[in-house]
């Protein structure tokens, strides 16, 4: 490979854990790092380790973070050869992908063909038809006649899904039960596609009851070889957003794994795919699969696929965009133990996952052998609103999954951090229950088994029943007002300090 098609200087078009990710693997090759940032995330960390950062707009990210037109700037202004988007943000944006290379940049992902193909629900169903990929029972065309929906519906049998062509993240989906409730579901679900996306085409498929989310890591460079780096279990969500991932998946067989890990490669291949990739399947009760979509860029969740196949996800991305060759077969790929991934999120499981915002009065990482923390804060810094809630990444990596999950328990209680609400009690919560321990559970987990409650101690049970019994007390009688508030003051703040 001559030196013309190298990377030397590496701009990353995102921001958090996942610019800090990308720069420590590209400064391992010896590529320069080039940082954007929002006004408000001046003192970010990700700023603070690139080789050059450049301030791009206010905090917004349609005033920053999503204007190709800065970047593209930045790039040029900076000497930059590449650009990486990371997740999020403009990382599937097909013109933006076009945009890059047409001002002669590498871009580190996909094509925006390819792009194209898979960000339409219904191209990406048509395109992966016609390599056999199993699908789900449903419309190949968008509908937008309410009675011939109707009628297509009925043919499939209901329950079933109505769902917006574009975007994603539980936006214009509805699930219908009944033909009584069709016609109303229907008209809100292509509202809200329309309001959110700019796009109201739906789509109809089978409600599949009980699914479990499980996608393929795929890989394929400019000389036409795809390889799967095999699975990762997506089935622990809340708003159809994952919040555990783990991989491998506890209920795939040797000759199943095959077969779906089979018909991602075809997947990709069906959009002349390269670079990262996630295909991603849902399995029913019977463990038939179906193709659900693909996510045409590097994964929230790629660490754990690193720790079991042992590579550098984001190192292999940037050789790739230099045009060399996938370094190995699908035969020369194998599985090693066993990894899970937290995502903590400054969210507040027991008020249904809302997101909190505050400073981060105390924050230490867990320690120790087959640990990792991917993350882009300290303690002292604010959470901004502007972004997604995510603080961190934290993933363990073990022998076998029983010995995973006990390490994750305590890799949990290891953790210090006090500002604002977060998801590690819910984890833990996970890590413990008996349906995830099992490995039987699927997407509806949450729905299923956990309640707010069950995130309190005895100790918090105990305080509460004390503030309400005393609240009661205070109503009727005024004598007892400051033993009331001391009392109550004191489980509050008892309460908060705890992890």
């Known amino acids: 490979m001559n030196d013309s098609s190298k990377i030397h200087k590496l701009l990353i078009a995102n921001r958090g854990e996942i610019a800090l990710r990308i720069m420590r693997s590209a400064k391992e090759m010896g590529i320069q790092t080039v940082a954007v940032y929002s006004e408000i995330d001046r003192k970010a960390m990700h700023v603070r380790f690139a080789d050059e950062a450049y301030c791009i707009g206010p905090a917004p990210s349609s005033e920053s973070y999503l204007r190709m037109d800065k970047i593209i700037d930045v790039a ?56 056999n990929v199993p699908l789900v029972p449903g419309t190949s065309t968008p509908i937008n006649d309410v009675a011939e929906a109707k009628s297509i519906a009925k043919k499939i049998g209901y329950p079933i899904l109505i769902k917006a062509s574009a975007g994603g993240g539980g936006k214009g989906m509805r699930v219908v039960e009944n033909e009584s409730e069709f016609q109303s579901q229907m008209e809100r679900a292509i509202s809200e596609a329309t309001a959110s996306f700019g796009d109201g085409a739906v789509f109809i498929e089978k409600y599949i009851a009980k699914p479990r989310h499980i996608e393929f890591q795929v890989f394929g460079d400019m000389h036409g070889n795809v390889v799967h780096l095999f699975d990762r279990e997506c089935s622990i969500q809340r708003r159809h957003q994952k919040v555990v991932e783990e991989a491998p998946s506890p209920v795939l067989t040797t000759e199943l794994r095959k077969k779906m890990g089979e018909a991602a490669v075809n997947a990709a291949k069906a959009a002349n795919y390269y670079n990262a990739g996630t295909i991603e399947f849902i399995l029913d009760e019977d463990m038939s699969f179906y193709f659900l979509e693909m996510n045409t860029r590097l994964q929230v969740e790629h660490p754990v696929t690193e720790l079991i196949t042992g590579l550098d996800l984001v190192k292999l991305q940037i050789k790739i965009a230099e045009g060399e060759k996938l370094p190995f077969t699908q035969e020369q790929l194998t599985i090693h133990g066993h990894a899970i991934e937290l995502r903590v999120c400054a969210e507040d499981p027991s008020n249904n996952f809302l997101p909190d915002i505050g400073t981060l009065q105390t924050y230490r990482r867990p320690q120790g052998h087959g640990i990792r923390v991917d993350d882009g804060f300290e303690e002292g810094m604010k959470i901004p609103v502007q972004y997604d809630p995510l603080l961190a990444k934290l993933i363990v990596y073990a022998e076998t999954r029983e010995l995973a999950m006990d390490k994750m328990i305590r890799a949990i209680d290891d953790y210090e951090l006090s500002g604002v609400e977060t998801t590690l009690g819910f984890g833990k919560f996970v890590m413990k229950h008996p349906a995830f321990r099992s490995g039987n559970f699927n997407t509806r987990f949450i729905e299923n088994y956990f309640k707010p409650e069950y995130l309190l101690g005895e100790e918090d049970v105990e305080s509460e029943k004390l503030a309400a019994a005393l609240a009661v007390s205070l109503s009727s009688s005024t004598t007892k007002i400051a033993e009331v508030h001391t009392t109550v003051e004191t489980a509050s703040k008892w309460k908060k300090n705890r992890m």
Not at 101 to 112: A, C, I, M, R, Y
């Open 76 to 131: 040029k202004q900076s000497g930059a050869d590449a650009i990486h988007p990371g997740y999020g943000f403009l990382s599937e944006n097909e013109d933006f992908a076009d945009l890059v290379k047409k001002e002669g940049l590498k871009f580190v992902g996909p094509s925006g063909d390819s792009m194209r193909i898979m960000g339409s629900k219904l191209a990406a169903k048509e395109a992966v038809a016609k390599f």
